[in-house]
C-alpha cells in the first residue's frame, strides 16, 4: 500500500462524497472511507479513479495517506465524533490531522483538541457552509486549530472553498474552538434570516394577497439589488416549485412546523451565558419552538378573534418589505458578530471579523451582498463592537426606519405575527437609547432585595430603605 493519498475523509455521505469529490477535482488525490459498503461503491463509482478511492478497513484507509496525515471526518455531530477519533487512533502517527468538519458544539471540540494534544495529534473544528451543492461545487469553510498545523490544511482548503472575486472563503479564524464557534453563531444569524424572510413573505400574502407568482417576482426582483443574498435567491425559487403528487404549488402544501438540529438554539444559549444580547436569534428559535406547537395554534385560533389586515396598496406594503428586510438583515449580523467580538475575548479566540464577513461573502448559507459592505465597515475600525456603530452603516439604517416602523405597527394592528421583525426594531430602539427605564429595574431590586444601585450624580453603590421616610 502506498501513502500517497493528500487527504482522506471519513464519512461518505451526500455532504462528505460531495466534498471529496471536489478535492478531486482540485487535483488532490483523495481516500475515502465509510463502514457503509454502498456509500464506499457510490464513491468509487462516481469519482476519478486516478483520484479517488475509498474503503471500509480502516488500515488501509490510514496506510494509504501521506503524512502528516489530514483527515476529516464529516459525519454528525455528538458521540459518534468521539467513536471515530478512538477507531483512528490506534492508526495514526504524531503531527497527523484530524478535522471535524460537522457542526460539534464548540465545548466538545475543546475537550476533544485538549485530549488530541496530549497525544501529539492536532485537531481541527472547521465548520464548512453551503449545504451539498456547497460542498460540492465549494464551500465556506470555518477553521479554527493549531496555526502551525493549518498550513498543511490551507492549500487543499483554499483549492476546494468558493471564490470571492478570486479570494478563497476559507481563512484560518483562531485557536481552540475558534471555527465551531463562528459556524454556530453563522447558523444562529441563519436562523434569524430565514425567520425575517418567512414572516415578510406571511405580510405580503396576507396583506395584499400576493400569488406564488408575484411572491417569486417580487423575491427575484429583490435577489437583484441590495437585498441579494442565498436566502432571497433561494426563496424566490421555492415559490415556482410543483408538487410532484398533486400539481399544486408545493410551498402550500408544506406543514408549517420548523425542524432544528440544535445550532441556533446554542447561539442563543451562548450569547446569554456572554451576556450579549440576540434577541432576533433568540425570537427565531423560539419561533420554531412556536411553529411545533401546531394542535396547540390550531385550538388558540378558534378562542380568539383576529382583526381583518389594514387596507394597503400592493406597491406600498412591497417597498416597505424590501426596507424592513434590508433593516433586519443587518440587525441580524449586528447581532451575531456583536457575539462573536465578545466570545473572541472571552473564550481568546483572536477572531478578526473582517476576516469572517469576507469569507461569509459566498458559498454560506448567509451569503449576501451586504457582507461586503460588512468586511469594509471592520476593515475600517477592527475593534468596531456593534455594526450599528458603524458610521458606513448609519445611513443605510437610518433611511429604512420610517418603512420598519410603519411596517411593525401595521402587522400588530393587522394581527399578523412579526415577532422577528419587531425584535429587530426593538433591539434597534433599545440600543440607540442613551436612557432607558432600567433605573426603574434597580430600584425594585433595591426595594425588595437590598440589591444596591449606582446613582447618575455619583460615584458608589447606595442602598436606601425603601418607604422609610
Ligand atoms: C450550512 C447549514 C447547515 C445545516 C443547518 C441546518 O451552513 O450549510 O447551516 O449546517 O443545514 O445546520 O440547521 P437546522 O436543521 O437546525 O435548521
Known amino acids: 500500500m502506498q501513502a500517497t493519498y493528500d487527504f482522506g475523509l471519513i464519512g461518505l455521505g451526500v455532504m462528505g462524497r460531495n466534498f471529496i469529490l471536489n478535492v478531486a477535482d482540485n487535483g488532490f488525490k483523495a481516500f475515502g472511507y465509510d463502514l457503509n459498503t454502498d456509500q464506499v461503491a457510490a464513491l468509487k463509482a462516481e469519482g476519478n479513479p486516478d483520484q479517488v478511492d475509498a474503503t471500509s478497513d480502516i488500515v488501509t484507509f490510514t ?3 501521506s503524512l502528516p496525515r489530514k483527515i476529516m471526518l464529516l459525519v454528525p455531530a455528538g458521540k459518534i465524533v468521539d467513536q471515530v477519533i478512538e477507531s483512528l487512533l490506534p492508526h495514526l502517527d504524531k503531527d497527523d490531522i484530524i478535522i471535524d468538519g460537522g457542526n460539534s458544539f464548540f465545548t466538545d471540540t475543546d475537550r476533544r483538541e485538549e485530549y488530541l494534544k496530549e497525544k501529539g495529534i492536532h485537531f481541527f473544528g472547521s465548520g464548512v457552509s453551503g449545504g451539498a451543492k456547497g460542498a460540492r461545487k465549494g464551500p465556506s469553510i ?50 434569524s434570516m430565514m425567520q425575517l424572510t418567512s414572516e415578510i413573505y406571511d405580510l405580503l400574502k396576507k396583506s395584499v394577497g400576493l400569488s406564488n407568482s408575484e411572491l417569486h417576482e417580487v423575491y427575484s ?42 445550532t441556533g438554539k446554542w447561539t442563543s444559549q451562548n450569547a446569554m451565558d456572554l451576556g450579549i444580547p440576540v434577541p432576533t436569534i433568540d425570537m427565531a428559535v423560539s419561533m420554531r419552538e412556536i411553529s411545533a406547537l401546531k394542535e396547540e395554534r390550531v385550538l388558540a385560533d378558534q378562542l380568539y378573534s383576529r382583526p381583518t389586515p389594514l387596507p394597503i396598496s400592493k406597491a406600498e406594503m412591497i417597498a416597505q418589505a ?3 428586510l434590508y433593516f433586519s438583515f443587518i440587525i441580524s449580523y449586528s447581532q451575531g458578530l456583536h457575539q462573536l467580538a465578545d466570545a473572541s475575548r472571552e473564550y481568546g479566540y483572536e477572531l478578526d471579523m473582517a476576516v469572517i464577513a469576507k469569507i461569509w461573502r459566498a458559498g454560506c448559507i448567509i451569503r449576501a451582498g451586504l457582507l461586503a459592505d460588512i468586511a469594509d465597515a471592520f476593515t475600517a475600525k477592527p475593534d468596531l463592537a456593534n455594526l450599528l456603530l458603524s458610521p458606513a452603516f448609519v445611513g443605510k439604517v437610518q433611511d429604512t426606519l420610517p418603512a420598519v416602523r410603519s411596517l411593525v405597527a401595521y402587522a400588530a394592528q393587522s394581527g399578523i405575527p412579526v415577532p422577528g421583525l419587531a425584535s429587530a426594531l426593538s433591539y434597534f430602539d433599545a440600543y440607540t437609547s442613551s436612557n432607558l427605564p432600567l433605573n426603574l429595574i434597580q430600584a425594585q431590586r433595591d426595594h425588595f432585595g437590598s440589591h444596591t444601585y449606582e446613582r447618575i450624580d455619583r460615584e458608589g453603590i447606595f442602598h436606601t430603605e425603601w418607604g422609610d421616610q
Open 63 to 65: 496506510q494509504s495517506l
Open 142 to 191: 470555518m477553521p479554527g486549530g493549531n496555526k502551525e498545523a493549518y498550513q498543511h490544511v490551507k492549500p487543499i482548503f483554499e483549492a476546494v472553498s468558493t471564490k470571492y472575486k478570486g479570494e478563497p472563503c476559507v481563512a484560518y479564524l483562531g485557536p481552540k474552538s475558534a471555527g465551531n464557534y463562528v459556524k454556530m453563531v453563522h447558523n444562529g444569524i441563519e436562523y
Open 221 to 262: 426582483t429583490w435577489n437583484s439589488g441590495r437585498l441579494q443574498s442565498f436566502l432571497v435567491e433561494i426563496t424566490a425559487e421555492i415559490f415556482t416549485q410543483k408538487d410532484t403528487l398533486t400539481g399544486g404549488d408545493l410551498v402550500d402544501l408544506i406543514l408549517d412546523k420548523a425542524k432544528q438540529k440544535g
Open 322 to 324: 424590501e426596507q424592513a
